[in-house]
């Protein structure tokens, strides 16, 4: 394909594509018609599902993770995330959709088949009924090694740091990356002079400031965790006016999403943090500034006390995976690398979007039209205008958030925007016709399907919306732990027996994983102490 314009012709492009672009679209939109949009078609994606394991009865599994599974330290597909009952599915990223989305099915056919015990996999984002001591959700394990003792050390300091309840909330975490075709033919048209690397670091870092402008929609359209067990607070004070619903839990009537609430991910070590999306260098930097900085209450508990570490270390964060942000800039690292080492040294490789709810009516948590329309999504994102967040669009955009966790679906609710107040509904049908536009600029029908789609569930049926639905199954079970292990059995009873080619390729990776494991305990040289201090000092 020939290319006829470049970066002192780009305006000639905004009058060519397939339809007129939108007047609120705005410079970098138009040159889509000088490259080819059919890398948009080949985006890469990867999925990340966390899931807790339960009895029939819907209680919290207190069996250790089964080692059918494989290694949870060396597996690439099968892991846990904080406890040993916290499973952890991860595809490998590719950008053929459907393969993707199998390959989570093949995962968690394969798990379900070889669980102890009839064991379920919980489908909802907020945990099921927890034991009355906390101490009986299990952390999670990774073996004697030096680094399978920093990941265990790493969740016992979150146990201290934010109690074992809190870490027991599952999601589902979506990868995203251009095709690395892409950024050689928009350099040509944006680098103003820049590195290659330092360019695609700069782009997607640009979709995290569109993102997180724009993100309160995808809240609204895939929150699914209006509600929450009374047990999870364990008597203490909420700071949301939550309301009684059913017989076990509690809920706020338009919330969304609880689990990106107050609710959820909350300190006051990280209340405080300011860490910088507008370049990658300053969010390294003041993430580092975090993972340095001593925190009093921290250092009140301790690091190692009487022999036991309790905690990594006594700042504010332990290591980066610790701060909570609904969206990051990832690279893929290296065994034993820190990832703000590895993001400062190789620039940013993809993007991980963290705060989508589980879907309790999709067997694995996340449904083909979803992640159709969260392509579309991440990539208007990368390709529109993104200038920096200041201070105060920053204090927005974390009110909007709020707002549409905790009260989306309120019928009139406000947005605040630059002009001022704009409701929900005309925000949203604002982006909605932008998204569509570029659908039809890209020519891809399914997208424009699920624009559709969306467009008409969040602003016909507002009734419809996974957490509009969540709180009436509520009231028609009577109860939210009732209501979720219905639909948690009904998601296990429709996975197929694994066939014997998808049998013996997971049985062959578990097998393999836990050869891997056993050579690292072997391999093993030196201290913990100097193996933690030379990781920290990366």
Same mark, same amino acid.
């Given at each position: ?66 080692? /059918? ?16 009952? &916290? ?36 489908? /909802? ?11 009986? *959700? ?11 003792? &920093? ?45 290659? *690397? ?9 979709? !995290? ?81 975090? !993972? ?34 609904? *969206? ?66 920053? /204090? ?77 199954? !509520? ?18 009873? /429709? ?5 014997? +080619? ?5 049985? +062959? ?30």
């Amino acid at each position: 394909m020939k290319f006829l314009c470049n970066a002192h012709i780009v305006s000639a492009c905004l009058y060519i594509g397939v339809q007129p672009l939108n007047k609120a679209y705005n410079g970098r939109l138009g040159s889509l018609s000088c490259i080819d949009k059919g890398l948009f078609g080949r985006v890469n994606r990867g999925i990340e599902r966390e899931t807790l394991r339960v009895d029939q009865n819907g209680q919290l599994s207190q069996i250790a993770h089964p080692v /059918s599974l494989g290694s949870a330290l060396t597996h690439e597909s099968i892991t846990t995330d904080y406890s040993e009952a &916290l499973l952890e599915f991860i595809t490998a990223p590719g950008n053929d959709r459907a393969a993707v989305l199998e390959q989570l099915d093949q995962i968690h056919s394969f798990v379900l088949h070889n669980l102890p015990g009839g064991e379920l996999l919980w489908n /909802s984002s907020m945990p099921c009924q927890l034991p009355a001591d906390s101490n009986q *959700i299990p952390i999670a394990q990774y073996g004697s090694s030096p680094i399978g003792q &920093l990941k265990h050390i790493y969740r016992k300091g979150l146990d201290l740091r934010y109690g074992r309840r809190m870490q027991t909330i599952a999601g589902i975490h979506y990868n995203f990356s251009l095709p690395d075709d892409f950024w050689p033919q928009w350099h040509k048209l944006h680098g103003n002079g820049q590195s290659a *690397i330092d360019f695609q670091s700069e782009g997607y870092f640009g979709l !995290i400031r569109n993102f997180r402008r724009h993100s309160w929609l995808l809240m609204l359209l895939f929150g699914a965790s209006p509600a929450v067990g009374k047990d999870f607070l364990q008597d203490k004070p909420s700071p949301l006016p939550l309301q009684s619903i059913g017989q076990d839990s509690l809920c706020l009537p338009w919330a969304t999403s609880l689990r990106m609430s107050g609710l959820g991910y909350q300190n006051n070590a990280q209340a405080g943090l300011n860490i910088c999306f507008n370049h990658l260098p300053s969010y390294c930097d003041s993430l580092n500034h975090a !993972i340095n900085t001593p925190w009093p209450e921290w250092q009140q508990k301790g690091v190692k006390v009487n022999g036991e570490y309790l905690q990594l270390n006594s700042n504010i964060l332990q290591i980066e995976n610790e701060y909570y942000s609904p *969206i990051r800039p990832k690279r893929t690292i290296r065994s034993g690398e820190k990832s703000v080492h590895a993001l400062k040294e190789r620039g940013v490789e993809y993007i991980e979007v963290r705060c989508l709810d589980i879907d309790p009516w999709q067997p694995t948590g996340i449904g083909h039209q979803q992640s159709i329309f969260l392509d579309l999504f991440l990539s208007y994102c990368q390709i529109k205008d993104s200038p920096l967040i200041a201070e105060t669009e920053c /204090s927005r955009i974390g009110r909007n958030l709020e707002l549409i966790v905790e009260q989306g679906r309120k019928p009139g609710l406000q947005l605040e925007t630059e002009q001022g107040s704009a409701s929900v509904t005309s925000e949203a049908e604002q982006l909605f016709d932008q998204l569509q536009q570029l659908a039809e600029t890209l020519q891809q029908p399914a997208a424009i399907e699920a624009v559709e789609y969306y467009r008409k569930l969040a602003l016909e049926t507002p009734d419809q919306l996974p957490s509009a639905k969540v709180l009436a199954e !509520i009231e028609r079970h009577g109860s939210l732990q009732q209501a979720t292990l219905q639909l948690s059995k009904q998601a296990a009873a /429709s996975f197929a027996v694994p066939d014997r +080619q998808t049998l013996q390729h997971f049985m +062959q990776l578990a097998d393999q994983s836990l050869a891997k494991q056993r050579h690292v305990e072997q391999q093993q040289t030196g201290d913990f102490d100097q193996f933690l201090a030379d990781y920290l000092a990366q």
